[in-house]
């Protein structure tokens, strides 16, 4: 599977992106997605995860009630919506696809893209 992600860019603290990633290769509907962020001299952390079916979101306690998943399977496209940023956020956003049922760890994930920087001024 290749995942290619995009959306990235600078913005103002308050404003808003949205990323969008696009697995080819594989059934994108069978894979779990997710998003990680990665700051300069930081290990890559958890984001947020959906299910297969689109029915179950997942989100870190950080961005949680400001950033929302989604996925359009017939678009084969998965997103990932971020709201209210702050400079915090700034990072290298990476989306990811796992074929198991588990979804917090980079180790879960069998698939990876390159990876979108989001910057965040305040």
């Known amino acids: 599977v290749q995942l290619q992600a995009s959306g990235g860019g600078l913005v103002q603290a308050g404003g808003s992106l949205r990323l969008s990633c696009a697995p080819s290769?594989?059934?994108?509907?069978?894979?779990?997605m997710g998003w990680f962020s990665q700051a300069p001299g930081k290990e890559r952390e958890f984001v947020a995860a959906i299910s297969w079916g689109g029915g179950n979101q997942y989100y870190a306690a950080s961005v949680k009630g400001r950033f929302a998943i989604s996925r359009d399977n017939a678009k084969n496209t998965v997103y990932l919506q971020m709201n209210s940023l702050k400079p915090e956020d700034t990072a290298v956003y990476y989306c990811?696809?796992?074929?198991?049922?588990?979804?917090?760890?980079?180790?879960?994930?069998?698939?990876w893209g390159q990876g979108t920087q989001v910057t965040v001024s305040s």
């Open positions: 990811a696809a796992a074929s198991r049922s588990e979804y917090r760890y980079s180790s879960d994930y069998d698939f």
């Open positions: 290769g594989r059934t994108f509907t069978s894979l779990i």
